[in-house]
């Protein structure tokens, strides 16, 4: 790696990285909310699963919009 590459890397970081936590915290509310349904056939939360993880940010949008049809249930 040359020193210019390493020098545009660096220069991303401060981009890179706000973006990396949002995605990280929109993928774990989206699982979180994911697990706490009840009314979820098994087929479809690992469908929701896969999407959530592997569409990087899209996949929790669509499933916080798309996919939450009924409420979570209450933990306490």
């Not at 469908?47 to 990087?56: A, K, R």
């Amino acid at each position: 790696m040359t020193q210019e590459q390493l020098q545009t890397i660096t220069g991303m970081l401060p981009f890179l990285i706000p973006l990396f936590v949002i995605q990280l915290a929109l993928m774990v509310i989206a699982l979180v909310d994911l697990f706490k349904r009840e009314n979820m056939k098994t087929n479809t939360r690992v469908v929701w699963v896969f999407v959530i993880i592997l569409i990087n940010v899209i996949g929790p949008i669509v499933y916080l919009l798309a996919g939450r049809k009924d409420k979570p249930v209450d933990s306490d």
